[in-house]
């Protein structure tokens, strides 16, 4: 069975950081590109950040979070990171981690971040 578990949100002040972790399971996600979204309130879903397969390995950015997250893997771990710089208030979403597989997409539940002082 695939899941995928985000983790490390919390609440920060502007200009902290927070690195969230997304634990995969029931696959080796290293065959698989991978991907951040976040969803603001009342907000559609866009994209973050995304990291290619072992094969490839590159990243790519949204303009809004360029120079400031940077999307990382374990592949040792099954784990995608997303470490998160000098956040601001406009950054407060719930973040989800994405996985194709097949053709399909697996996302998981979500992890909350606050920012606000």
């Known amino acids: 069975q695939v899941q995928l578990v985000e983790s490390g949100g919390g609440w920060v002040q502007p200009g902290g950081s927070l690195r969230l972790s997304c634990a995969v399971s029931?696959?080796?996600?290293?065959?698989?590109?991978m991907s951040w979204y976040r969803q603001a309130p009342e907000k559609e879903r866009q994209f973050v950040a995304g990291i290619t397969s072992v094969g490839g390995g590159s990243t790519n950015y949204a303009d809004s979070v360029k120079g400031r997250f940077t999307i990382s893997r374990d592949n040792g771990k099954n784990t995608l990171y997303l470490q998160m710089n000098s956040l601001n208030p406009e950054d407060t979403a719930v973040y989800y981690c994405?996985?194709?597989?097949?053709?399909?997409?697996?996302w998981g539940q979500g992890t909350q971040v606050t920012v606000s002082s």
């Open positions: 994405k996985a194709v597989r097949g053709g399909l997409e697996y």
């Open positions: 029931g696959f080796a996600s290293r065959w698989s590109a």
